[in-house]
């Protein structure tokens, strides 16, 4: 408390020292000797020199601030996972800031906010890639306005050694002088957006509608920007589509009813317009109409929005209209930048393993008749593959997987997990199923850790067991890497491999980004641990095998069909903070049925998925 005091009688007097001081110095209007001439400028030196302190203790302590607050709020790194940051305003006003990381790796930002948001946007960007110097792949900038811009002005001209970036992206007008007249905010922010991109034009990228592009795993489609008919600066904000992991995001800056209702015009009833999560326009006050929102008609609201504005503290907006639509269209959850930063996971796909067909059933067959249920991902069993004469085992087994993925992009199928066979040490199966999942696309890959040791032994040690597959999973990391898939390993029922712990320990242990682990909670049931058993573990899973079962045996059923509390399940998910997809495991009911029921069995799977997925958001 002594030394709070005492920093803050310093910045007092540095401060009115540096306000006063000018005073002292000031010349009276007369002529002055050459003595009193020197005089002054060693008083102006002196009030330089306080005033370049004091805003050097400033930037000192706003730093530390930002600092503090954002180890306060346990910001969780999601690097190498899908989800959206939505930035709370530190002083409470206006602004829109978005960070969005991809499950390979990227960091894409939209708009940022005021400059005075800065050390928090920062600070914040540091612990949310997990890296000291934050890289940046994407920068999207919607429209010339202070509040959506100025963080990137400061971080390009002032923190480039803090943070560096790739690309940014926007359409703004070429000549600021667009705006005089209209709105002096855009002329300012034009002007120094143009100062920026000249000291690298490489950097820069112009939006134009009907682009169609892709930032790693995020998918890009513009449907509007800058139209010169339009003076009005928000009229000019970027509408585009972002989609990733399976789920939609529109974003809109602060476009108003012209380019709202020129988007509905044009791509009403295509189909594009309708996505899962949309961003509220101008802060969810007199920006796009109605009919723009029915159009999206989404599942889940983002409003980037300050209390004053939210509550139409002044009365002047039209925010309580706008949330009055949003309660028409029976939006599911909303989340509010005024009640603090929020990390917002994408729509987890309902993905299901090709293990519901016996060994060699068709792929292709298999993949249609899943896809064509309305499964979001599939997860590829290469597990069911190592048959004698199987295509997986032969030498043309990623010929085989290039045309499975050729097949399921006929369909609409997507691959986005595999299982390898055996364990972590069959060498040839792993790598074999590295190559094969990156030639499916499939992100992921499930390798079961080594639970018996050179003897034959079972591991009851946790510290054996992460000491053994952290070195029979490191072999593996230089060839994952150069693939782009993720190894997981999962717990299973044997020794140390239950405790779903000593899984997570492991991944510790590795410490890669290609190394994470999948949580089996029907092997979890069996080894005695319920779903809460997440919240002790050290590291977050990647991945689930949703399956159920009495607890005594593996059953691998559909949820409900065992005694596992999938209520505490979905809670405990939302606890945690998880971020990935549904793999339903629960294939033994499928597959020991007559092939004519399967579709049956697999539509009750996927309704049931659905409302599990409903419980985990």
């Not at 530390?64 to 996972?81: S, W």
């Not at 039209?318 to 028409?328: D, G, L, P, S």
């Not at 298999?366 to 997860?379: K, P």
């Amino acid at each position: 408390m002594k030394l709070k005091k005492t920093i803050g009688l310093l910045l007092a007097f540095v401060l009115l020292f540096a306000a006063a001081a000018p005073a002292f110095a000031a010349a009276d209007g007369q002529p002055q000797s050459p003595a009193v001439v020197a005089e002054k400028e060693t008083g102006s030196r002196f009030v330089t020199f306080f005033k370049t302190l004091f805003d050097r203790i400033k930037a000192f302590f706003d730093r530390l601030k930002a600092i503090i607050m954002v180890k306060k709020e346990k910001v969780p790194n999601t690097m190498n996972r899908n989800a959206i940051h939505m930035l709370k305003s530190v002083t409470d006003t206006i602004g829109d800031s978005f960070i969005i990381t991809t499950e390979d790796g990227k960091v894409i930002v939209v708009d940022g906010g005021h400059k005075t948001e800065t050390d928090y946007f920062v600070e914040y960007l540091k612990a949310a890639t997990g890296q000291c110097r934050p890289h940046i792949d994407a920068w999207f900038l919607s429209h010339p306005h202070d509040d959506h811009c100025e963080v990137f002005l400061e971080v390009a001209e002032n923190r480039s050694d803090e943070v560096t970036f790739d690309k940014v992206y926007a359409n703004f007008p070429d000549d600021p002088a667009f705006y005089e007249g209209y709105d002096e905010w855009a002329v300012t922010v034009t002007r120094g957006y143009n100062r920026v991109t000249a000291l690298f034009p490489d950097k820069a990228a112009q939006l134009a509608e009907g682009d169609v592009f892709s930032v790693g795993a995020a998918e890009f489609t513009v449907f509007y920007t800058f139209n010169p008919e339009w003076k009005n600066c928000n009229e000019a904000s970027t509408i585009m589509r972002m989609d990733l992991g399976g789920t939609s995001v529109m974003f809109n800056g602060d476009a108003g009813m012209n380019a709202g209702n020129y988007v509905v015009e044009k791509y009403g009833g295509t189909g594009l317009l309708d996505c899962d999560y949309c961003k509220m326009a101008h802060h969810g006050q007199d920006g796009v109409d109605k009919n723009f929102y029915e159009a999206v008609a989404p599942e889940v609201c983002l409003w980037p929005t300050p209390t004053w504005v939210y509550e139409n503290v002044n009365g002047n907006l039209k925010t309580f209209e706008t949330r009055a639509w949003v309660e028409e269209l029976g939006v599911k959850k909303e989340y509010k930048s005024f009640e603090g930063s929020v990390v917002i996971g994408m729509k987890p796909r309902i993905v299901t393993t090709t293990d519901v067909f016996e060994d060699g059933y068709d792929a292709e067959t298999a993949v249609t008749r899943l896809a064509s249920l309305g499964f979001e991902g599939i997860d590829m069993g290469f597990d069911y593959w190592t048959f004698d004469g199987s295509p997986f085992g032969g030498d043309g087994y990623l010929d085989w997987a290039g045309a499975l993925k050729a097949h399921a992009d006929e369909v609409g199928a997507v691959y986005t997990h595999a299982h390898a066979p055996g364990d972590a040490g069959s060498e040839d199966w792993v790598e074999r199923s590295i190559r094969a999942a990156a030639a499916l696309g499939a992100r992921y890959l499930v390798v079961h850790p080594v639970c018996r040791d050179k003897n034959g032994k079972t591991v009851n040690s946790r510290l054996r067991f992460v000491e053994l597959n952290a070195e029979a999973i490191e072999k593996y990391l230089p060839l994952a890497e150069e693939c782009g898939v993720v190894l997981l390993s999962e717990n299973l029922l044997w020794g140390a491999s239950a405790d779903p712990r000593a899984v997570a320990e492991l991944v510790k242990k590795v410490d890669s980004e290609y190394f994470g682990w999948c949580f089996d909670v029907g092997h979890a049931w069996c080894g005695g641990y319920g779903p809460e058993i997440l919240k002790k573990c050290s590291v977050v899973p990647l991945s689930l095998h949703i399956q159920d079962n009495d607890g005594s045996g593996d059953g691998h059923l559909i949820p409900g069909d065992g005694t596992i509390d999938w209520a505490l399940f979905a809670k405990t998910l939302r606890e945690i903070g998880y971020l990935g997809d549904c793999v339903m495991e629960a294939h033994h009911q499928s597959l020991e049925a007559p092939d004519d029921e399967r579709d049956a069995i697999l539509t009750r799977l996927l309704e049931t998925a659905r409302g599990l997925r409903g419980e985990m958001r």
